[in-house]
């Protein structure tokens, strides 16, 4: 990838991931120019294993999967980045898939890459049809294309900033999706791996509260795009 990973930075939200988090950060430095860790308000050893990975740690203390974007793209601004890789921080996201959802951007004129995870038979029933659900109604609906939400996505700086993300919750990586698609943007679905967490807890679909409230999220997400379309 030679100099462009200079201008390559990886955002990733972090809550209570101390088991993952080294491995995470170690395996992503190896791709990008440089790791951002947002700690989502960690009561274990997260900051300190992602710092002594390589990774700049900045924290949001709202909680939210959306937050943690948002402050990071905050933080990145005086950086002024070509490309933003995100991606989890709990394992299920394997590092040596980064060069290809780079790949696409970097090589190929595409605006953004998505992650279309090629198993997720581990993933709880629920989740599984939820983002069939939500994927068939955005393509019923708003003709976006995409048949995956998964959290590894890259996507060049100057596009992102131009969507004007706002969502704070669980729907963050939908609404980057639909308005992706609405502006137009060139977007390109790479088969990469999901393995199943590597460690910690299950923050969303490991209770029926977490679940409930994704859900909710993401189809309040899809009926405001819907009716601002």
């Known amino acids: 990838m030679g100099h462009e990973r200079d201008g390559i930075w990886a955002i990733i939200p972090a809550l209570d991931e101390e088991e993952t988090i080294y491995t995470v950060v170690a395996g992503t430095m190896r791709h990008v120019g440089?790791?951002?860790?947002?700690?989502?308000?960690?009561?274990?050893?997260?900051?300190?294993?992602?710092?002594?990975?390589?990774?700049?740690?900045?924290?949001?203390?709202?909680?939210?999967?959306?937050?943690?974007?948002?402050?990071?793209?905050r933080v990145l601004a005086p950086v002024n980045p070509h490309v933003v890789v995100f991606m989890s921080g709990d394992g299920s996201d394997d590092p040596h898939d980064i060069p290809k959802v780079l790949a696409p951007i970097l090589f190929h004129g595409f605006h953004m890459a998505l992650g279309r995870r090629s198993c997720q038979a581990h993933q709880p029933l629920a989740q599984r049809m939820g983002n069939r659900f939500i994927t068939w109604a955005s393509r019923r609906?708003?003709?976006?294309?995409?048949?995956?939400?998964?959290?590894?996505?890259?996507?060049?700086?100057?596009?992102?900033?131009?969507?004007?993300?706002?969502?704070?919750?669980?729907?963050?990586?939908?609404?980057?999706?639909?308005?992706?698609?609405?502006?137009?943007?060139?977007?390109?679905?790479?088969?990469?791996?999901?393995?199943?967490?590597?460690?910690g807890r299950q923050k969303i679909s490991g209770t029926f509260l977490g679940t409930w409230r994704a859900g909710r999220d993401l189809m309040s997400c899809l009926g405001r795009e819907i009716l601002g379309a």
């Not at 590894?152 to 919750?169: H, P, Q, S």
């Open 34 to 73: 440089g790791v951002l860790v947002v700690d989502n308000g960690s009561r274990d050893m997260t900051p300190l294993l992602a710092e002594r990975a390589g990774a700049r740690v900045v924290r949001e203390p709202r909680r939210g999967y959306g937050a943690a974007c948002q402050r990071g793209i």
């Open 141 to 199: 609906f708003l003709g976006a294309g995409f048949s995956d939400l998964g959290p590894l996505r890259a996507i060049l700086w100057k596009e992102l900033m131009a969507l004007e993300l706002r969502d704070r919750g669980f729907a963050w990586t939908l609404e980057m999706q639909l308005k992706a698609c609405k502006k137009g943007l060139n977007i390109k679905e790479v088969p990469v791996k999901n393995r199943p967490r590597q460690g």
